[in-house]
C-alpha cells in the first residue's frame, strides 16, 4: 500500500536520509530499526508528509503523495500517529480525546470510542483526564485515539520509550494484538532490537541514512548482510581468519569453504550460541575460560584463543565451566565477510574439517 522510491532528504549539508525504497503491504507491520541519529524519525516525517523529500517519492496505493511537485498534506493522508510523548490533548477527557477525529453524528462517535476503550481494556477511564492517568494508559488511549478515525496506515515513533520495562513488553504485546486485530498497517521506529524483531513481520535496518538490509527479524538475525548488523542486532563474534592453500584457517583449525569465497574471507561472524565447547584436558584445548556469568536460563562465558583473541559464547546452565577451565571450542555455525565487513553468499554452518 505504501511504497517510498529512492528517498532522500537534506537538511543543508547534512544529509539525514539516503535513497530509501520499501514497500509496506496491506496489513503488514513493518519495524524501522537502527541507532540514535541514523534517519529513522526523518524516514516516518517524510511518509507521513510532515517532511518535504530532497529527493525520490513516496506512493500510496499506487498514487504519488510526496515527489518534486506532489505534497498532500498529512491530514489528507488518513495516517493514524503516535509518539513517544503520548501527546493526548490535556484539556479533553479520555473519550473525548478519542472522539476527537471520529467523524459522524454523536450517536456513531458514542459507539465509536466505546468500541476502541473496549479494545483497549479501558473502558473505566472514559471520563478521566489525562494527568489522572499513568503513562501505560496514556499511550493505550493514544493508540485508542489513532486508530479512532479508521486510519489505512498506523505510523509510531519510539511510542514505548517513557515507560519502563516490564509495562513496554506489556503494552508492546497488547498494542501488537490491538492493531492486528485492526487490521491496520503498522511501522513502528524504535532503537531498541528487541522490541523491532518481537513486534514487526519486517525489519528494515538503518545506519547513516541508509537502509543496510530488509527482511524478516530471523533473516536479519541469522543472515546479517554487513558486520555492523551482525552485532547491532545481537551479540557477535568478529574473528580474523586467512586463506590458506585450500582452506580457511581458524582458531578453531581448518574450515572447509569453497575457494571463491574462503579467498575473500577476513572475518569469521560466530553467534555465542552457535559455539560447541567440550572440555579441553586431554590436550586438545585451543581456549581458557576467563569468566563465567550465570543468569538463569543461560550461561555466559568469557574465552580466551590462543592467539589472544577473546570470544563470548553462551550456551545451557546445565554445563558448569569454572573461570580458568581448559576448553576445545568449535563453532558451528558462521558466516563469512570480506574486507568490507559484507557478508560473502553460500559461507554458511559449513562444517569443520578438524
Ligand atoms: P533518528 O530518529 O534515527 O534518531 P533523525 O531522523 O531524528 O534520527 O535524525 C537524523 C539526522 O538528521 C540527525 O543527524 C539529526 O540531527 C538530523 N536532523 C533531523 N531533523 C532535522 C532538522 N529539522 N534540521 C536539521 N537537522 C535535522
Ligand atoms: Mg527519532
Known amino acids: 500500500m505504501i511504497e517510498c522510491r529512492n528517498l532522500a532528504k537534506n537538511y543543508g549539508t547534512l544529509t539525514a536520509v539516503s535513497d530509501i525504497s520499501l514497500h509496506l503491504r496491506e496489513q503488514e507491520f ?3 530499526l537502527g541507532p540514535s541519529g541514523c534517519g529513522k524519525s526523518t524516514l516516518l516525517r517524510l511518509i507521513a508528509g510532515l517532511e518535504v523529500p530532497s529527493a525520490g517519492q513516496v506512493f500510496l496505493q499506487d498514487k504519488e503523495i510526496s515527489g518534486k511537485k506532489i505534497s498532500l498534506p498529512p491530514e489528507r493522508r488518513k495516517f493514524g500517529m503516535i509518539f513517544q510523548d503520548f501527546a493526548l490533548f490535556p484539556h479533553l477527557s479520555v473519550e473525548d480525546n478519542i472522539a476527537f477525529g471520529v467523524n459522524g453524528s454523536a450517536s456513531a462517535k ?21 494527568h489522572q492517568i499513568s503513562g501505560g494508559e496514556q499511550q493505550r488511549i493514544a493508540v485508542a485515539r489513532a486508530l479512532a478515525p479508521r486510519p489505512r496506515l498506523i505510523l509510531m515513533d519510539e511510542p514505548f520509550s517513557n515507560l519502563d520495562y516490564q509495562l513496554r513488553q506489556q503494552l508492546r504485546r497488547d498494542i501488537r494484538d490491538i492493531l492486528k486485530h485492526e487490521g491496520v498497517a503498522t511501522i513502528l521506529v524504535t532503537h531498541d532490537q528487541v522490541e523491532a524483531i518481537t513486534f514487526s513481520d519486517r525489519v528494515l535496518l538503518m545506519h547513516d541514512g541508509k537502509m543496510v538490509q530488509s527482511g524478516t527479524p530471523e533473516e536479519i538475525y541469522q543472515h546479517p548482510q554487513t558486520l555492523w548488523a551482525s552485532s547491532f542486532v545481537g551479540e557477535a563474534n568478529h574473528l580474523s581468519v586467512e586463506w590458506e592453500a585450500t582452506a580457511l ?12 569465497i574462503g579467498k575473500e574471507t577476513r572475518i569469521l561472524m560466530v553467534r555465542p ?24 536460563s543461560v550461561q555466559t562465558l568469557r574465552v580466551e584463543l590462543k592467539n589472544g583473541e577473546t570470544i563470548q559464547v553462551s550456551g545451557s546452565p546445565h554445563l558448569l565451566w569454572t573461570p580458568e577451565d581448559s576448553v576445545k571450542i568449535t563453532a558451528e555455525r558462521y558466516l563469512c ?7 560473502l553468499n553460500g559461507c554458511s554452518s559449513a562444517r569443520i574439517s578438524k
Not at 273 to 296: A, H, M, P, R, W
Not at 337 to 343: K, Q, T
Open 110 to 130: 458514542q459507539q465509536r470510542v466505546k468500541e476502541l476503550l473496549k479494545l483497549v481494556s479501558l473502558p473505566h477511564l472514559a471520563k478521566k483526564m489525562p
Open 337 to 343: 565477510f570480506d574486507s568490507a565487513g559484507n557478508r
Open 273 to 296: 550460541e552457535d559455539f560447541v565447547l567440550e572440555s579441553g584436558t586431554d590436550g586438545k584445548s585451543n581456549g581458557i575460560v576467563k569468566t563465567v556469568d550465570f543468569s538463569g
Open 249 to 260: 584457517n581458524s582458531p578453531f583449525g581448518l574450515l572447509n569453504v569453497p575457494a571463491d
Open 30 to 32: 513493518i519495524s524501522i
